[in-house]
């Protein structure tokens, strides 16, 4: 995954130590930002966005060094845990390594939202992708939530290349329950899910 900033995210990171009043902490430290050291010289004097201003901060973790590593954390272990997986011939033993590592996607999704209503599913069993998105409806219905955001992959990383939890998504629970699913067009590896 490449984690490089686009021109839109750059102007979310500051370049200097001084800002206007009016941009008083509007902008994430660069300190923190993708390739920072994480450790900002002005401390709390900073002018700009720190971990320690959670909400904003939690508004543009995935732009942060923070993310970065942990997502790199995260897709070491569940890549271990697969390949550990096809090594066992136990099906007990094999639905155990599946729960654990839909169990830490879940922790992922749940500790660095990439953004409000977006879940990342990447690595999930596509059992445990499904428990998932019926948990994350169940949890819109409760909240009046009518859209979220589903990032499924395109299956680069899947047996032949099939992306099974997007295609089973789209063509075995389109519709059920009230709920529906459509790629996003710009982007085909994230579905738009509406409740209605």
């Keep these: 995954m490449d984690f490089t900033m686009t021109v839109n995210q750059t102007l979310m990171v500051s370049d200097t130590q001084y800002c ?3 941009k008083f902490k509007t ?3 660069k300190s923190y930002a993708v390739g920072g050291d994480e450790n900002c010289k002005y401390g709390v004097n900073c002018k700009f966005i720190h971990p320690e201003d959670e909400e904003q901060y939690m508004r543009l973790i995935e732009y942060t060094e923070e993310y970065r590593r942990v997502k790199g954390e995260v897709q070491k272990e569940v890549q271990h845990l697969h390949g550990l997986k ?3 011939k136990d099906a007990i033993t094999a639905n155990a390594i599946d729960e654990r590592i839909n169990r830490r996607i879940r922790l992922f999704n749940e500790v660095y939202p990439k953004a409000p209503n977006y879940y990342d599913l990447h690595g999930m069993s596509t059992r445990g992708a499904v428990n998932y998105v019926m ?5 819109m ?9 589903l990032e499924t992959g395109r299956g680069n990383h899947s047996i032949d290349n099939i992306p099974l939890i997007r295609n089973v998504l789209l063509n075995n629970y389109n519709g059920f329950n009230n709920v529906y699913f459509v790629p996003l067009a710009h982007n085909d590896g994230i579905i738009e899910m509406t409740i209605v």
């Design 86 to 88: 096809r090594t066992i």
């Design 20 to 22: 206007q009043e009016d």
């Design 135 to 139: 948990d994350i409806c169940n949890m």
């Design 27 to 29: 902008r994430l430290c």
């Design 141 to 149: 219905r409760i909240n009046n939530i009518s859209t979220s955001w």
